[in-house]
């Protein structure tokens, strides 16, 4: 069976389109990374085919034998599958025959997948099993003699799982996805697949009018959070009085925003508030349930967001728990994938409770839809106005990092992007 092999030997040179230059540092990003189509066409080959593990979904989406799913590697489509014998398979969804992206359903439960265009048959392992009229009608037409059916396989990714998250590569030899994550963020992403068995409670799907890359860095940017989302200051979610804390791996790539919520409503001194423009003293909540914690995890922190380069997003944050799968499409658009979930041991009460927390992200979320506004108003500028370079100036890089008002994810993040794209 033909696997997909990394085309990213690390060695090759770069030539930058002309007038193409990283100005200085991690401090001034250029925006030609966000609206270059040749830099999105290298970020597929370096990055998502390249020395990594990419998400594509979590078991608990696949959870019987031949379930299926689509999902991507990078902007590739891809079919998550589990055979028969229960093992996961991940191969392009692209016909061997003529390309059609055959996978049609987003997801259900099959043996076999029929491509609408000529009916070429595959099993859910990657395998072409049936071509019709292979041996032509009377004697006449089909295929030529010699044809071999084994050496027209779907492609397919390496695959692995750690505690029901579904990740696959180009690359084949890739390290564990354990020593991928490294130490200090593997914990963390254990508060929230400790290995229980999970409960998919919905997929929210949406795209955004913005560059890939402004997701990660939105999610390793706790400076905006007091700033842009109303709800989080005003009910208490976040504040810059709360403890918190910003753990990255050794390279950069990964990060945690943790953050501790104090009971109740804080109190918000006087000073900070004259920074938060979102503040609303005198907002009430109709229904205050939404923001109800129980404590079901052996941590500190009442939230944690986790970004793991180079498309995933895991959340939890009270008692809501989801993954979010970034794809990109092309410089200047990218799709979201969430998957909402709980714990197989969840009573009718704690499904509901997590399905009105919701409410709070998800795409259209009471403060989801502002990160989706500020992304549109960002790739506005980028593209609409004369080239410059942004800023992510704040903080300073030493351990350990208890301040929201920091960049240093950022930095350490585009640090890692420039080694791996060669800029
Ligand atoms: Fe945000």
């Known amino acids: 069976m033909d696997t997909i092999e990394s085309t990213y030997q690390g060695n090759a040179p770069i030539v930058l389109p002309k007038g193409l230059t990283w100005p200085g540092d991690e401090m001034q990003i250029p925006d030609w990374i966000y609206t270059d189509p040749q830099v999105a066409a290298l970020e597929q080959e370096r990055i998502f085919l390249g020395r990594h593990w990419n998400f594509v979904g979590l078991e608990c989406e696949v959870p019987n034998p031949n379930d299926y799913i689509r999902s991507f590697v ?97 690359c084949s030899d890739m390290e564990s996805v354990e020593d991928y994550l490294g130490p200090e963020v593997l914990r963390e992403f254990n508060t929230i697949f400790p290995g229980a068995e999970m409960k998919l409670l919905g997929i929210h799907r949406n795209t955004l009018p913005g560059n890939w890359k402004l997701y990660q860095e939105n999610l390793k940017d706790p400076y905006h959070a007091t700033l842009l989302h109303t709800y989080l200051t005003t009910f208490g979610l976040f504040v810059t009085s709360n403890e918190s804390n910003v753990v990255t791996d050794q390279q950069g790539r990964h990060c945690v925003l943790m953050s501790r919520r104090p009971q109740g409503r804080p109190e ?126 704040l903080g300073d890089d030493r351990e350990p990092v208890d301040t929201i008002i920091t960049e240093r994810a950022i930095r350490g993040m585009y640090r890692y992007y420039r080694q791996v794209m060669g800029f």
């Not at 423009?277 to 205050?288: E, I, N, V």
């Not at 914690?293 to 895991?314: C, H, K, M, Q």
């Not at 009471?366 to 992304?375: R, V, W």
């Open 74 to 170: 990078g902007a590739i489509p891809v079919v998550v599958a589990r055979d028969a014998d229960g093992a996961i398979h991940v191969f392009e969804n692209r016909c061997s025959h003529r390309g059609a992206e055959f996978c049609r359903s987003y997801r259900g439960n099959g043996e076999r997948f029929v491509c609408p265009y000529h009916n070429w048959t595959f099993d859910n392992r990657g395998k072409l099993v049936a071509i019709p009229f292979r041996r032509g009608v009377r004697g006449k037409g089909g295929m030529p003699d010699g044809f071999d059916m084994g050496e027209h396989d779907l492609r397919t990714f390496h695959v692995t799982t750690h505690n029901g998250v579904i990740f696959a590569t180009a």
């Open 268 to 393: 918000v001194a006087k000073e900070e508030q004259a920074d938060m423009q979102a503040f609303r003293q005198t907002m009430q909540l109709k229904d205050q349930r939404v923001l109800d914690y129980f404590r079901e995890v052996d941590s500190p922190w009442t939230g944690s967001a986790i970004t793991i380069w180079p498309n995933l997003s895991a959340l939890r944050q009270q008692n809501i728990l989801n993954t979010r799968l970034i794809v990109p499409r092309g410089p200047n658009e990218l799709m979201m994938i969430w998957a909402v979930f709980g714990r197989a041991t969840d009573d009718e009460a704690m499904v509901r409770h997590r399905l009105r927390q919701n409410n709070i992200f998800g795409p259209a979320g009471f403060l989801g839809i502002e990160d989706n506004e500020a992304l549109k108003f960002v790739q506005d500028g980028l593209t609409r106005s004369l080239p410059r370079h942004g800023l992510a100036m």
